[in-house]
């Protein structure tokens, strides 16, 4: 599915967050959203979801404007959120089931697709555990599963490293990339740290509410004249 943004602009009250941001992601690739604290991502990611209202521009998804309410567009937007979003009393195939229900799935197909992402993410042996006792990594996974019961066809994921180890963050971010190559999906993974980006993703640097570069890692180095995606971030943004 094609996701395209159109000159976006955004404010909270007075004050611009997002500035004339247009980008069109690629299908079945690995986009990663780079940026510091306070750039913005956050921001976008919720006007891409529709928890935000769209103020200037436009998104269109499957080439269709957002703000006729493409229903059927939205129900192939899988998300994972910064802050983890699972019940912690609810034991993992539950919260799964629950998320499958909503997107109106039957009992049956609901416990046949979460048992086979569990099985993916090499947790069905803690399909029965409260999520509560599951680390930080594996319910960011559990998270993710859930986010794919429905089968969609673009995944938007908000700094969905954000608390865990270093291990975890790349187990996490290497899975994902698997996810695209396996399926086929669309990814845009949000985040602050340059080690989750690879110079052949597509990286768009969001800086202030300004999309300041858009290209894969490698084409952007060339064109700052850096040698590494390290040095162009710290060479856009001045973090790093
Ligand atoms: N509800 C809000 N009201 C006012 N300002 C806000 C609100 N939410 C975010 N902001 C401000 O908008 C700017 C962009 O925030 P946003 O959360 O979108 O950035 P981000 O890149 O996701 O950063 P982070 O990684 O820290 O979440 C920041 O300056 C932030 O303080």
Redo the contacts with the bound molecule.
């Keep these: 599915m094609t996701i395209e943004a159109r000159n976006l602009g955004f404010r909270?009250?007075d004050?611009p967050?997002l500035r004339e941001v247009s980008f069109a992601l690629t299908s079945g690739r690995f986009h990663a959203l780079l940026?510091?604290?306070?750039?913005?991502?956050?921001?976008?990611f919720?006007l891409l979801t529709r928890l935000l209202a769209l103020q200037q521009g436009d998104i269109l998804l499957a080439g269709q404007s957002l703000k006729k309410q493409p229903a059927e567009a939205m129900r192939r937007i899988g998300v994972v959120f910064?802050q983890n979003a699972l019940d912690l009393d609810l034991t993992v195939r539950q919260n799964l089931q629950y998320h499958a229900a909503l997107h109106g799935l039957s009992r049956k197909e609901a416990r046949k697709r979460g048992d086979r992402e569990l099985a993916r993410f090499e947790l069905l042996d803690r399909a029965n555990d409260a999520v509560r006792q599951l680390n930080g990594g594996h319910r960011r996974r559990v998270e993710i599963a859930r986010a794919l019961l429905h089968e969609p066809s673009l995944l938007l994921l908000?700094?969905p490293t954000v608390g865990l180890d270093v291990a975890s963050r790349k187990a996490l971010n290497e899975h994902v990339r698997t996810l695209c190559e396996q399926d086929g999906l669309t990814v845009l993974w949000?985040t602050?740290l340059i080690e989750e980006v690879r110079e052949s993703d597509r990286v768009l640097i969001?800086h202030q509410?300004q999309l300041l570069a858009d290209g894969t890692g490698s084409a952007i180095c060339e064109a700052e004249g850096t040698q590494t995606l390290a040095d162009t971030f710290h060479a856009l943004t001045g973090a790093g």
Excluded: F, I, R
């Design positions: 909270y009250g004050k967050v940026g510091p604290n306070g750039a913005g991502k956050s921001t976008l919720g910064q908000d700094e949000a602050h969001l509410g």
